[in-house]
């Protein structure tokens, strides 16, 4: 293989790469709270790398109207407790009461605050500073970073805009294909040598 041709496949890998993580952003267009990852590609000489990370960009804030929806402004997530005791964190503030009190998200996960897990009436509210309180009561407080607020009633929707993730994966896609008729031409080009050679013998 030559290093036109090698220079080729790396750029077919590094496509491939590009529209897997463009697939995936697109996967999640309905996904609340997801915030859409960029792809970046880095030529250190002969060599192509692609990284990703996680754009900084929020969704806009809508009202939901469901009373314990929560939204999120700033950095930051709502930590959940799974059902065997693991942590985890998330953007998507679409709660649920359950009968004995606790707010859960779609995958049965306990919303956590200060405390331990969240147990509060139909009557909760949540304060921009994330204190819940019943009336006057302070129940808890949701763990956020300095300067995210809270909003009761919204959910953040999707950082993803379908039209730049089509882009994105068209894009992809034509590279993949440039290196696919390099490597076609590379290939021929070698084999017409080999036969140049047979024929001189």
Do not use: Y
């Amino acid at each position: 293989m030559t290093s036109a041709a090698e220079w080729a496949a790396q750029t077919m890998s590094v496509a491939q790469a590009r529209l897997e993580i463009a697939a995936d952003n697109l996967a999640n267009l309905s996904t609340n709270g997801f915030r859409r990852h960029e792809a970046a590609v880095e030529r250190f000489a002969s060599t192509l790398r692609l990284s990703s990370r996680t754009a900084e960009a929020q969704g806009a804030l809508r009202p939901s109207g469901g009373a314990f929806d929560l939204a999120l402004a700033g950095r930051g997530a709502f930590t959940l407790r799974a059902a065997d005791g693991t942590l985890a964190h998330s953007r998507d503030g679409a709660f649920s009461r359950t009968e004995d009190g606790h707010l859960t998200d779609a995958g049965g996960r306990v919303l956590m605050g200060r405390c331990g897990p969240l147990v509060v009436s139909s009557q909760a509210a949540f304060a921009a500073d994330g204190t819940v309180r019943e009336g006057a009561r302070i129940v808890d407080r949701l763990e956020l970073p300095a300067g995210t607020t809270v909003r009761q009633g919204a959910l953040e929707v999707s950082g993803v805009e379908a039209t730049s993730e089509l882009l994105a994966i068209l894009s992809a896609q034509r590279s993949f294909e440039s290196g696919q008729r390099v490597i076609a031409a590379d290939d021929a080009m070698h084999r017409k040598s080999i036969d140049d050679v047979a024929t001189v013998r």
